[in-house]
């Protein structure tokens, strides 16, 4: 984190002065998140044979499902341990995503049901499908207002989002076809039962991220400054990766526009969320 923190600095060190230390923070786990998730990236598609219900995975091919899991763990574990802040969505998605990964590998291990390390190769693609949108993100810190940006996020907003459907779909299928056969039972009635809930849970998180993302990419596009600069609230939007905090205007103690207040987490008054706070000083 450091060695990417001094890197940032050094590449635009003007841009870097101007970011509060939260936002630092921000950006630096924007590049952490590209790093890591493109090599779990790499390994999941070397054994991606694996999903293949027909194909006898060797000890090989386990050893490197592993490898993708735990760098995956280990990026995430960090992540929540050491944000500053997080929203409430962005914690749920981590959460759950290494929840239900490790359980499904887990139960495999107890079970030698092979339906299940294929269940959990494939989830773990919830966490590792999301470069665009972290380099919209990042371009979005450090370019803002171009059509470059306005595209990487367009792009970041609905590709994740559309290969993550078909892992969950791929996940719900083989839990259809291998899981409920054998019964309400044991760990597999754990898992007919967790399974359902842990894909609503990632499914309203990932909705509701895409819609984040594709609103910054409305803001970003140069001529687009009427809507979008007025201090008019727009529906509520959470933090996605600390999409925005701390903004230019707060920091400067100017007017804010409605996005930057939502983003960071004023509500208009009256709203269902107008008395919540940002995650974790709510809780």
């Known amino acids: 984190m450091r060695i990417t923190g001094y890197t940032l600095k050094r590449m635009a060190p003007a841009k870097w002065a101007g970011f509060s230390q939260e936002m630092r923070v921000n950006v630096i786990?924007?590049?952490a998140q590209i790093i890591f998730t493109t090599i779990a990236l790499a390994i999941q598609l070397a054994v991606f044979r694996l999903l293949i219900p027909t194909y006898k995975?060797?000890?090989i091919d386990i050893q490197l499902a592993r490898t993708a899991v735990s760098i995956v763990c280990l990026l995430y574990l960090a992540e929540l341990l050491f944000r500053r802040k997080m929203r409430l969505t962005l914690v749920t998605h981590h959460t759950v995503t290494l929840f239900i990964t490790v359980f499904l590998i887990s139960v495999w291990e107890k079970t030698g049901e092979v339906a299940l390390a294929r269940m959990g190769l494939a989830f773990l693609f919830q966490a590792t499908l999301e470069q665009t949108s972290f380099v919209g993100l990042l371009m979005y810190r450090y370019?803002?207002?171009t059509s470059e940006t306005y595209y990487v996020l367009l792009i970041g907003a609905f590709?994740?989002?559309?290969?993550?459907?078909?892992s969950l779909g791929y996940v719900l299928g083989l839990w259809g076809v291998y899981i409920i056969e054998h019964g309400?039972?044991?760990y597999f009635a754990?898992?007919?039962v967790i399974l359902p809930i842990c894909c609503l849970l990632l499914l309203f998180t990932q909705f509701w991220s895409a819609w984040v993302i594709y609103m910054l990419a409305l803001k970003s596009w140069p001529e687009n400054k009427t809507a979008m600069d007025s201090a008019v609230y727009l529906p509520l939007m959470p933090d996605v990766g600390g999409v925005d905090t701390f903004g230019a205007a707060g920091r400067k103690g100017v007017e804010m526009t409605g996005l930057e207040k939502l983003e960071?987490?004023?509500y208009p008054p009256g709203s269902p969320m107008s008395g919540m706070t940002s995650w974790p000083s709510a809780w």
């Open 143 to 145: 370019r803002p207002r």
């Open 57 to 59: 995975f060797t000890l």
């Open 184 to 186: 309400f039972e044991g």
């Open 29 to 31: 786990s924007y590049v």
């Open 159 to 166: 590709l994740p989002i559309v290969l993550k459907l078909f």
């Open 190 to 192: 754990a898992i007919d």
């Open 264 to 266: 960071m987490g004023i």
